[in-house]
């Protein structure tokens, strides 16, 4: 397994990350508690986050050891090893191990590159058939936030209403638009994606796409429902299924 890198992704995610991390400090109480991370990549935005957040702590879990030798390499050249622990694993086994989630905030940037199968440039970045598998498991994994990257490729509508579904709402979100990479130009990811579109699963333009970084919450405290907002943010309405 190799890293991936995307500048522009990363820099979106870690600074939305943090945004969301602090506006909603007092609700979700991660000074106390801390957060837990599914897919550490090489820990570069998340390590910025946590430098900026004095009181902060993470523990992440990725499946790629190269990546969890990369991100403990970077960690470490941050001084904040103290506060950001990377373990090598599946990140669902440890917490049912634990025996169910011991932090009330997760985040993650999961892979979500949509394709028929895993057969692709980077295997590590399929999200499955329609993008979406890790952020739905990630859903339904039992904490009470979530804050997550959604592509408006990988079929936002049925995320945001499984979502609902258990109890979430989309507190805030910050949305970017991105050029499609390496990985989604792929003619096989590229042929699955405009499929995906044409269904009304998703949406891109000929040369990029929207991701969301989103605070998904079932904690009351927190207050907001920006569900349509975030699926208008996506070019996407909910009258589209």
Known sequence: MGCFSSA????????SVCMLLEQYRAQLGWEKDGVVELGTGDATAISDVVAALPDLRVRSYDISATSVEAAQANIAARGIADRYVVEF??????ADAAGGPPFATVISNPPYIPAPDRDILMPELWGGITG????????????????TAVASYSDPETTVRTAEDLGYRVANFLAMGLDFGRYSSEPKVANHIR?????????AAEDGYMVAVVLFTRNPDVPGDRADQLLRALQLSSRQL
Not at 89 to 94: L, Q, S, V, W
Not at 132 to 147: C, W
């Open 8 to 15: 522009d992704e990363s820099a979106h995610y870690g600074f």
């Open 89 to 94: 694993g599946d990140f669902f086994d440890a």
């Open 132 to 147: 979406n598998d890790l952020v739905l498991q990630l859903l339904k994994s039992g904490y009470d936030n979530v804050i």
């Open 195 to 203: 499929t995906l579109c044409a269904e009304g699963r998703g949406w």
